[in-house]
């Protein structure tokens, strides 16, 4: 959803061949808070949310970033694409419902305002292991709302390059995935690349990459369904999917060497979900400029589940492998899931306390038995603040195998490697690193960790 003035030129063609195919609306199933699929056989989940909480509290900060106001400080205003919200964190435009669902609300006030809401991973770093696969998946109902009661409406769940992260006049050459964009309440869902420069290039910028297709069976607005991306490194190709059905592919055939590798070859990507209002997509799909006084306000994107699954071969500090390589550098900040922390400059998970934790899915130790475990550790605590560096396996509540005691080390940003022996590991494990104090207070931060 990053500049994309000229894109809308191609969205009108695609709307009209998708309102003609659009099939009747169908009776709805699976239920509204489906927990995150199981993993299948081959693949190994890396990282997911499926918005468990009480209703009215906000998503995990532990997981989201919260993008305020109308742009990145320093950035292109309105976000770069002429949407008019403004973005908040409040529980009005953004919140758990409950029942396990993330709602992003688009709200009006008397003056004409609108405010929405956008998240963003902590993690920036989702790509797939050296010829394997990434895929990243979402259960989302888009705004439930039509005709001209939908006009302006821009829902999008989407991912960018790393690099964007503070230098917001790369794109689109670091790259963009657009998962799912929707505008005006089309029954359609768009699959986009952007890539390479700006305008033009093998992208076609500002119209990217992309095509489009009506939700199977139930309409896009009325029902949940499924927006999966996948990132297939071996075959050097993209590939879009709603429902299981594949309706958009691009590779790097189509794009040449050098564009394909200026937005795979760094760090990875972070995962964005939001909803805009008005803007250069809606407002050229329309003909004019959306919202229009005919718009609803109060109509909400739904997130059951957001869920990042990779295969292949990879470990040690490659974070898009299957599992990990327990006798490599384990980076604390590509844990599968965390509870508590912070991601701190994307180096390390700062600030842990009593009760946190830190799961690192299908760690392989094989046939070669771990007896030590190593981390890399800091701490600024108080005197007198200390804890525990626990390891678990399978559980973060079974008996930990080994830990070491870590109190002030002189600084959060002062680290030392610390050693503890562990009882004899060896196969395949989920491993948890518990976080156990007497104290509430923080005790330590984590860099990175490895067996041995």
């Known amino acids: 959803m990053e500049p994309r003035s000229n894109r809308a030129r191609r969205a009108l063609v695609a709307a009209a061949a998708v309102l003609a195919a659009a099939p009747a609306a169908v009776a709805v199933t699976t239920p509204a808070n489906a927990s995150v699929p199981s993993t299948p056989p081959g693949w190994t989940l890396q990282w997911s949310d499926d918005f468990t909480g009480a209703a009215g509290s906000l998503p995990s900060s532990s997981n989201w970033i919260f993008d305020l106001g109308h742009n990145y400080p320093g950035g292109p205003a309105n976000w770069g694409t002429g949407e008019i919200q403004n973005y908040t964190n409040s529980p009005n435009n953004i919140k758990l419902d409950g029942a396990g669902n993330l709602r992003i609300t688009a709200l009006r006030d008397g003056a004409g305002n609108w405010t929405s809401a956008r998240i963003e991973t902590q993690r920036s770093n989702f790509k797939p292991p050296a010829g394997g ?172 589940y957001v869920a990042v699954w990779s295969s292949g071969n990879g470990g040690g500090e490659n974070p898009g492998g299957s599992g990990w390589d327990a006798y490599g550098e384990i980076q604390a900040e590509q844990a599968t899931s965390r509870s508590g922390g912070t991601v701190e400059g994307g180096q390390a998970v700062a600030q842990l306390g009593n009760g946190n934790s830190l799961k690192f899915s299908g760690v392989r130790f094989g046939s070669r038995t771990a007896t030590q475990f190593n981390a890399r550790v800091a701490s600024g605590a108080a005197s007198g603040v200390s804890g525990l560096v626990e390891v678990r396996l399978d559980s973060p509540t079974a008996t930990p195998v080994g830990s070491f005691a870590i109190a002030n080390t002189g600084g959060w940003q002062s680290w030392r490697t610390v050693p503890a022996n562990i009882a004899g590991v060896t196969g395949t494990h989920d491993v948890y690193i518990t976080f156990t104090s007497g104290q509430p207070a923080p005790f330590t931060s984590v860099d990175w960790i490895k067996f041995g």
């Open 133 to 304: 696969k990434l895929a990243i998946e979402g259960r989302i109902q888009m705004p439930n709302v039509t005709g001209d009661a939908a006009l302006g409406y821009w829902p999008a769940f989407w991912a960018l390059g790393s690099p964007y992260r503070g230098n917001y006049w790369n794109w689109p050459a670091i790259g963009e995935f657009d998962i799912m964009e929707n505008v005006n309440g089309l029954n359609s869902v768009w699959g986009v690349l952007h890539c390479g420069v700006n305008p033009g290039g093998p992208c076609d910028e500002t119209n990217g990459r992309g095509a489009s297709r009506a939700c199977p069976g139930s309409s896009c607005q009325s029902a949940f369904h499924t927006y999966r991306f996948e990132w297939d490194d071996g075959a050097k190709e993209l590939r879009w999917y709603v429902d299981g059905q594949q309706f958009h592919t691009v590779s790097q055939s189509q794009l040449g060497a050098e564009t394909w590798n200026n937005m795979t070859n760094h760090a990875g990507y972070f995962i964005l979900l939001n909803l805009a209002m008005g803007g250069a997509f809606p407002n050229g799909v329309a003909g004019f400029n959306t919202p229009t006084a005919a718009t609803v306000p109060g109509h909400s994107l739904v997130v059951d």
